[in-house]
């Protein structure tokens, strides 16, 4: 297993390296000048060349790039044009709401989209099987935006359960906490509860197809021992692939939720810094979403030898 782990470890160190070279080129061949967006509309070309010679725009690329590179594995990710703030005390200081939205979303997915598609699974072809999977088909096909104002004129404004937009600290208390997550997690994770339960169902239809479950029947095994203990944890490689892929996909999930309900997170700052052309942030905000992204698949990938300890000798 230690060896397993070690090899993708340092599989994973070229795709950073990767990630980091096109994150760095993307905002530096830009059609925009970060000097002139600092010195502003009027400024005169005197001014902006002084503004490139003080923040190192003058020198060679990769002089740059290794500049850059040096101080981001220091964890310094530069400074914000807009508040001359440093780049990782700004993320630092949205990363709370954003956390929050993202575990709380994948909490809700998994909790709702594995057992709905177990349950499909064992009714397949029934009505339970058609409305847990036109269910599904209704949440993937909705735009975020649009369920997320749908949840909001509804549960905001009709009924007065929950409030509009905004967020509260869990530091404020559990409850207020829970209901300011409440509308951004529903309207984000119907997408992802059917995702998951989908890939759950075909996955488990094909396990509960197998000799080995038939020869557990055929043994006396009720119904739930097979679902849960012999096809679930058969089936979860699939699933967990499924899962993974979707925390991935919540980045972008997040930029959009973050808007609509207006939580200060590091979505809702994404879109500010790409408003206001400040490509620290911009590069910064996407340098740590790419390295989440890389390490949550190499999480699931490292889940797989867990379900089937076959694979750690294979690889």
Do not use: C
Request: cysteine-free; proline content about 6%.
């Amino acid at each position: 297993m230690l060896a397993y782990t070690v090899r993708r470890l340092l599989a994973t160190i070229p795709v950073l390296f990767v990630v980091a070279v096109l994150i760095f080129l993307l905002l530096h061949l830009g059609p925009n000048d970060p000097a002139a967006v600092i010195a502003g509309d009027f400024a005169q070309p005197e001014h902006i060349a002084k503004i490139r010679t003080q923040l190192g725009l003058d020198r060679p690329l990769y002089v740059q790039f290794v500049d850059w590179l040096w101080h981001v594995l220091q964890g310094d990710l530069g400074q914000s044009i807009y508040n001359k703030q440093p780049v990782t005390n700004l993320v630092l200081q949205r990363v709370e709401p954003t956390i929050a939205l993202t575990l709380s979303t994948i909490s809700f997915a998994v909790l709702v989209g594995i057992p709905m598609g177990v349950l499909a699974a064992w009714k397949a072809g029934s009505l339970l099987d058609r409305g847990v999977m036109m269910v599904a088909v209704t949440g993937f096909s909705l735009p975020v935006f649009v369920l997320g104002y749908i949840l909001v004129y509804v549960f905001a404004l009709q009924l007065q359960l929950l409030p509009v937009q905004g967020y509260t600290s869990y530091r404020d208390g559990v409850v207020p906490f829970l209901r300011s997550l409440a509308l951004p997690t529903l309207s984000l994770g119907m997408i992802y509860v059917a995702l998951i339960a989908r890939m759950t169902r075909a996955s488990v239809i094909e396990v509960l197809n197998q000799d080995y479950i038939r020869t557990a029947r055929a043994k006396g095994l009720t119904t739930p021992p097979i679902l849960l203990i012999h096809a679930l944890k058969n089936a979860a490689i699939p699933i967990v692939t499924t899962v993974g892929l979707g925390i991935a996909l919540l980045i972008s999930g997040v930029v959009v939720t973050e808007t609509v309900f207006a939580l200060p997170g590091v979505g809702r700052l994404t879109v500010d810094a790409i408003v206001r052309k400040d490509y620290p942030v911009i590069q910064g905000v996407l340098l740590i979403f790419t390295v989440v992204y890389v390490l949550i698949n190499l999480l699931v990938d490292l889940s797989y030898s867990l379900f089937d300890p076959r694979i750690r000798y294979q690889s």
